[in-house]
């Protein structure tokens, strides 16, 4: 079974900084996309940040210039800095993976999250 553990997350005042770490582990074939949606009160799961396996990225317009994705392959973990933080940037964040496992002789792609870290920005 895949795994997707989360490291980061905390309080910060505005304009701060945090990182994020995501670390994917268990009978991984390959990773195809992986990336952070965050979930504030009252609000809708959106997409932050993500990262596809050819390098190729995409941003939320809210967060353009201020986050940035990247992976380190080698571990199947994936980072995401957060600078200049804004107080509308409060909320949990999931880290999300699509990610082909091994069963068996069997390649099975499937979405996998993260259990979610709190980002809380004071103004």
């Known amino acids: 079974q895949v795994q997707l553990v989360e490291s980061g997350g905390g309080l910060v005042q505005a304009g701060g900084s945090l990182r994020l770490s995501c670390a994917a582990s268990?009978?991984?074939?390959?990773?195809?996309?992986m990336g952070w949606y965050r979930q504030a009160p009252g609000k809708q799961r959106e997409l932050v940040a993500r990262?596809?396996?050819?390098?190729?990225?995409n941003y939320a317009d809210s967060v353009k210039g201020r986050f940035t994705i990247s992976r380190d392959n080698a571990k199947n973990t994936v980072l995401l800095q957060m600078n200049s933080l804004k107080p509308e940037d409060t909320a949990v964040y999931y880290c999300?993976?699509?990610?082909?496992?091994?069963?068996?002789?069997?390649?099975?792609?499937?979405?996998?999250w993260g259990q979610g870290t709190q980002v809380t920005v004071s103004s």
């Open positions: 990262i596809i396996s050819d390098g190729s990225t």
């Open positions: 268990g009978s991984i074939f390959s990773i195809n996309v």
């Open positions: 999300h993976g699509d990610i082909t496992q091994i069963m068996g002789w069997n390649r099975v792609r499937g979405d996998y």
